[in-house]
Nanobody, 124 residues
Framework: VQLQASGGGLVQVGGSLRLSCEAF????????VGWFRQAPGKEREFVAA????????AYADSVKGRFTISRDNGKNTVYLQMNSLRPEDTAVYYC??????????????????WGQGTHVTVSS
């Protein structure tokens, strides 16, 4: 399975962006997709994840109430709607696929396939 992330860009503080993660190849209905981000000079961190079978979601505390993860199984695509963006949201955002059935992990090491990343810059 290959993942392609898109939708990043430059936005002002308080603005919105919607990231997309499209899966190519075999899809796994019991998998989970996560979004992670890495800012310059910082470690990669968990942002949000969704379990494809039942749409159970998880969010990092820093994005709760501002970001929403969703999926469209017909399009093999997972979205990350980002509202009320802040300068500290500036990072490269990656989507990743966890093939383990029933799991919804915050740990990037649990994810099997990664997209190429899309840049998000929030200017003040």
């Amino acid at each position: 399975v290959q993942l392609q992330a898109s939708g990043g860009g430059l936005v002002q503080v308080g603005g919105s962006l919607r990231l997309s993660c499209e899966a190519f190849g075999r899809t796994f209905s019991h998998s989970a997709v996560g979004w992670f981000r890495q800012a310059p000079g910082k470690e990669r961190e968990f942002v949000a994840a969704i379990r494809l079978s039942d749409t159970i979601t998880a969010y990092a505390d820093s994005v709760k109430g501002r970001f929403t993860i969703s999926r469209d199984n017909g399009k093999n695509t997972v979205y990350l709607q980002m509202n009320s963006l802040r300068p500290e949201d500036t990072a490269v955002y990656y989507c990743a696929l966890d093939l383990a059935a029933g799991r919804l992990s915050y740990d990037g090491r649990m994810y099997n396939s990664w997209g190429q990343g899309t840049h998000v810059t929030v200017s003040s």
